[in-house]
């Protein structure tokens, strides 16, 4: 049974995060399932909803890593529904433990995610394109085993620690040179 996994800090309640957009995706594809399918929303408590066959199932957050990794790691595809975003670490996370992202095309998201790539940028608020989405990577398993893999080669050449530090080391010195240039 496929499952797709939300994260975010108090789901229903964020103001940035997009529930009622997510919610109605879910809805969507749990209306043109006909096997049960799985959407885990880490970050907020409650009782299981069912809408058709789609169940979403609300974990409590934790800070328990190694919980959270089990979580990425039994899923098939990342949903990242949001109204506004910087450069969410969760889609790094998605990435690094090889899933494909469905995410809102707003902020420093497609930075991160390349579109048709590693994952599918969809429309702010478009929960029809939403869970088209999310339908296109689930139904077609090469296509998914393509897109995963690819998220994971970005997360591994772009945001590994290594890279990360020496990308701000970089950039430290191109300040100072051009400080000591002007000075």
Known sequence: EPIILFVANGIKSNAFKDYETLKHAMGIIGANSSNPVHCIALGESGPEEIVGNMHIHYIPRTTDTSLIAKYYQAADVYVHATK???FPTTILEAMACGLPVVASNVGGIPEQVDDGVTGLLVPVGNSDALAQGIEKILQNTSLRDAMGAAA???????YTLDTQIKTYVDWYENIISKHKKIG
Do not use: E, G, M, V
């Open 84 to 86: 506004a975003d910087t």
């Open 152 to 158: 994971l080669r970005k997360a591994l050449s772009n």
